[in-house]
């Protein structure tokens, strides 16, 4: 684990990928592929470190949440998903030999008992300035404050 553990968001529809889909992933442990915006891959790329903890959240719903965390496991790696033609996520700019982007495996800790809607996180003094909350954020890795963290676990009945 390092020295000073960095907190993250992850940003995920459930229809595609959700919480309980990590839940039943052997050894509760997935990559975080498919990430296709420059400042999140170079969040995972340079910045993610394994033992740093993340907030799960659920997007693009009819109420997004937070509905768990996860840990980082492994630091990022080339998305092989972008040279796939097959996949979805396909980048022709992309290759083996000059890989445009990465991901990072993830290991669920924990279900939170409620999730935690945007509505409510919205009204916590704490979180007033969590890249979350700001007008227009739209990222879907994005950096969390050690204080914005543990603000969510309380919220959250977890100790």
């Known amino acids: 684990m390092p020295a000073t553990s960095k907190y993250w968001?992850?940003?995920t529809e459930p229809e595609s990928f959700s919480i309980q889909d990590?839940?039943?992933?052997?050894?509760?442990?997935?990559?975080?592929?498919g990430v296709r915006n420059y400042q999140a891959r170079n969040f995972m790329r340079d910045e993610m470190q394994v033992g740093d903890r993340v907030l799960f959240y659920h997007?693009?719903?009819?109420?997004?949440?937070?509905?768990?965390t996860a840990t980082i496991v492994r630091e990022g790696y080339p998305d092989p998903t972008a040279w796939d033609k097959s996949d979805h996520h396909?980048?022709?700019a992309s290759s083996p030999e000059n890989p445009r982007w990465c991901?990072?495996?993830i290991r669920l800790e924990?279900?939170?008992?409620?999730?935690?809607?945007?509505?409510?996180?919205?009204g916590v003094a704490a979180?007033?300035?969590m890249e979350l909350l700001r007008k227009g954020s739209?990222?879907?890795?994005q950096p969390v404050r050690k204080v914005e963290f543990e603000a969510v676990l309380k919220l959250a009945g977890v100790k």
Do not use: N
């Not at 990590?22 to 592929?33: E, G, M, Q, V, Y």
């Not at 739209?138 to 890795?141: C, D, G, K, N, P």
């Open 59 to 68: 997007s693009s719903t009819e109420s997004p949440a937070i509905v768990g």
């Open 22 to 33: 990590l839940a039943r992933a052997p050894k509760k442990t997935t990559c975080w592929d």
């Open 127 to 129: 979180l007033k300035e």
């Open 103 to 105: 991901m990072v495996d």
């Open 90 to 92: 396909y980048d022709p």
């Open 9 to 11: 968001l992850l940003k």
């Open 138 to 141: 739209r990222l879907s890795v």
């Open 110 to 122: 924990r279900i939170f008992d409620e999730a935690l809607p945007l509505s409510q996180l919205r």
